[in-house]
T-cell receptor
């Protein structure tokens, strides 16, 4: 079975541009988590969904960030407009049971905002 | 106070030694705990989960949980250079809806 798929793997953009990160869950999983990882702040939970419904978005840094889950297997994280401080590795992870079970992480998207 | 705290390290041990990684958590209602390993440039992967007080062994890895002290540890026996990575401790919050990760401990195993 394919694992969690993320695209793109690397993104370099200029400040002010819109960035869209994509994630495909493992088949059969119904919970999805978006994380951001930096050296300074470690792994931060941004938002998570259960059965396509956003449950907690308190980790989203500001209104420039938005996330959607249009169907059971796919999610996007959008940053508009992007800023240099958004530079980080963004992971999505999925699990089969509300996060009680192991979270399977995607390979991550390394975002650089110039 | 961070919700899950770990010593950032780096922790350096010689090959064949026991590596001991420690973690404390603040949410007394947490019931599920995880250790993830993250190699440089890679994503985290689960190596151990523990739900009850005491020890849980899996190969060279032993996780220990003490809920009264709000303490979780991971022991790696016969450490190998391939164990060199960052180890993330995580706790599922009360209600079981959110996993909180520590900042991670960097482990170096010297050949």
């Amino acid at each position: 079975d394919a694992g969690v798929i993320q695209s793109p793997r690397h993104e370099v953009t200029e400040m002010g541009q819109e960035v869209t990160l994509r994630c495909k869950l493992i088949s059969g999983h119904n919970s999805l988590f978006w994380y951001r990882q930096t050296m300074m702040r470690g792994l931060e939970l941004l938002i998570y969904f259960n059965n396509n419904v956003p449950i907690d978005d308190s980790g989203m840094p500001e209104d420039r960030f938005s996330a959607k889950m249009p169907n059971a297997s796919f999610s996007t994280l959008k940053i508009q407009p992007s800023e240099p401080r958004d530079s980080a590795v963004y992971f999505c992870a999925s699990t089969s049971e509300w996060g009680r079970d192991e979270q399977f992480f995607g390979p991550g998207t390394r975002l650089t905002v110039l | 106070q961070k919700e899950v705290e770990q010593n950032s390290g780096p922790l350096s041990v010689p090959e064949g030694a026991i590596a001991s990684l420690n973690c404390t958590y603040s949410d007394r209602g947490s019931q599920s705990f995880f250790w993830y390993r993250q190699y440089s440039g890679k994503s985290p992967e689960l190596i151990m989960s523990i739900y009850s007080n005491g020890d849980k062994e899996d190969g060279r890895f032993t996780a220990q949980l003490n809920k009264a002290s709000q303490y979780v540890s991971l022991l790696i026996r016969d450490s190998q250079p391939s164990d060199s990575a960052t180890y993330l401790c995580a706790a599922l919050n009360t209600g079981g809806f959110k996993t909180i990760f520590g900042a991670g401990t960097r482990l170096f195993v010297k050949a």
